[in-house]
């Protein structure tokens, strides 16, 4: 994805609200008028494709729903003081970390709202490019692009709420007050479908139009984690064979030091070890990213000038590492100085950027995020096929002992799945994973609760936001709520 321009964003924001109506789901379509005005050539497709690719920036941003559902639903991060951010209250960020989130928590409507609307944005761009007078091989790339974007918002969903309504086309605002909840069983073909159709549709990672489009690895590698999502093993291995067989050491591959994974220049960004990254730029009016302030301790002001409190690193975490590990160190601050004392509070520099002008008094940083990267796919890989050697090559890479090897910490983690939930845990840290990891190997409630959460079956979903039951009672709740 090109770095996107603020004021196009703002334009395509006035073409498409132009007219609407807002309802609980934000899928007021645009006009028609505007619509058939506005989808006319190339260029106007590549605004609304760069608009539907901006919305990563709400949904992975710091503050985002895989921010605080990856993260402060685990047992990797925790809060101390935080900072308010938008719409969402204090007490409702404590919520996610103290499992005591209600149905009117603001951070949840917010995400339900942030998710719709984004949707709205990749459904408008499908339903007018297959009559849109562009070339085929345009078509098929953004085709693909939407539906890559469609499958993983849908993904994320059906894993933060289970039954959600499935919305694939543009709808009237009458409609929105309708729908039920679709089966999650549903919702999961239709993430298939859209990803097998993109992974189909889309170039090779080495052939993508620009850094940050989506590609058909990129596709492939997010389908084998849905299908390890769904029980399916066998269906995972065979797509995920078919990225490693095609691109290892071609397209993809680890680089050889950790640490060349972080930071703020070009050196760190759109790597060979990267699948799909989100773009930042730094500066004025430039999508940039604030990873590092949002997730560095309050009002410490030595390090940054503003400080989130949000993700702070919890000890549990930070002992996870074996001694030797250099991803730890590479990871994290132990504390900071201030006013000639040091403060002791463990927290990420993954996206540090000491060089990071300031924006509305806060740092405008320049690194990328990674949705996917091939570390994960390896991971991923052993965990759908049993065999060690994908796992292996991550701890090669930072010179530890190996799964099945003497000086393997076998005492601590006896099995296959028990040494790739520390392995996942230790390379993935703080890049929204682990929530998700843990739900998705049956292993949730038996970790979180032997740590303290207050953790049940029920609490394993999201509430439906209580704002959208209110104006749609055709909506049900999850049970617990």
């Not at 690719?53 to 003081?81: A, H, I, R």
């Not at 250099?326 to 002791?344: C, H, I, M, N, P």
């Not at 091939?374 to 292996?392: F, I, R």
Request: charged share 20%; aromatic share 12%; hydrophobic share 40%.
């Amino acid at each position: 994805m090109k770095p996107l321009k603020y004021s196009c964003l703002i334009l395509l924001a006035i073409i498409v609200s132009a007219g609407c109506k807002k309802s609980f789901l934000e899928l007021a379509p645009v006009s028609n008028s505007n619509a058939n005005t506005f989808f006319q050539s190339k260029a106007d497709f590549e605004l609304a494709v760069n608009n539907a690719y901006s919305t990563l920036y709400t949904v992975y941003g710091p503050n985002g729903m895989m921010s605080f559902c990856g993260e402060l639903l685990s047992d990797n991060t925790t809060l101390y003081q935080v900072a308010q951010s938008g719409t969402i209250t204090l007490g409702d960020k404590w919520a996610f970390r103290d499992y005591s989130i209600i149905s009117s928590n603001t951070a949840v409507n917010q995400f339900w709202n942030d998710m719709y609307s984004s949707l709205y944005s990749i459904n408008i761009v499908l339903n007018k490019i297959d009559a849109a007078n562009v070339d085929a091989g345009f078509k098929a790339q953004v085709t693909g692009e939407m539906k890559f974007l469609r499958g993983l918002y849908y993904f994320n969903m059906v894993q933060a709420w289970g039954d959600v309504p499935l919305v694939v086309t543009p709808i009237l605002a009458e409609e929105a007050f309708k729908l039920s909840r679709t089966p999650k069983d549903e919702v999961y073909k239709q993430v298939v479908d859209d990803l097998r159709s993109a992974a189909a549709s889309l170039t090779a990672p080495d052939k993508v139009p620009a850094p940050g489009k989506a590609s058909n690895g990129a596709a492939k590698t997010l389908l084998g984690k849905v299908y390890l999502t769904m029980g399916d093993k066998a269906a995972a291995a065979q797509v995920l064979r078919e990225v490693y067989t095609s691109y290892n050491g071609t397209a993809y591959d680890l680089l050889p030091n950790y640490g060349s994974l972080w930071g703020p220049t070009i050196a760190h960004k759109n790597t060979k070890e990267s699948i799909f990254e989100i773009q930042y730029k730094a500066g004025a009016n430039n999508p940039s990213s604030t990873y590092w302030p949002a997730f560095s301790p309050f009002e410490n002001f030595a390090i940054t000038a503003y400080g989130g409190g949000m993700n702070l690193v919890t000890d549990d975490l930070y002992n996870e590492y074996e001694p030797g590990d250099k991803r730890r160190d590479t990871s994290f601050e132990l504390g900071y100085q201030k006013g000639g004392q040091f403060v002791a509070i463990k927290f990420q520099k993954k996206w540090k950027d000491a060089n990071a002008p300031l924006v509305n008094a806060a740092e405008s940083c320049n690194n990328n995020f990674m949705v996917l990267r091939y570390a994960d796919l390896l991971l991923l890989l052993t965990e759908a096929t049993d065999d060690p050697q994908y796992l292996n090559r991550v701890r090669s890479r930072v010179g530890l002992p190996l799964f099945g090897t003497a000086g393997y910490p076998t005492v601590k983690y006896p099995t296959l799945q028990l040494a790739l939930e520390h392995e996942r845990r230790v390379e993935l840290a703080l890049e929204f994973h682990r929530w998700f990891d843990l739900k998705r190997t049956g292993r949730a409630l038996p970790v979180l609760s032997a740590k303290g959460k207050p953790v049940d079956q029920n609490k394993l979903l999201l509430p439906v936001p209580q704002a959208a039951r209110d104006q749609n009672a055709a909506l049900a709740q999850n049970p617990g709520y």
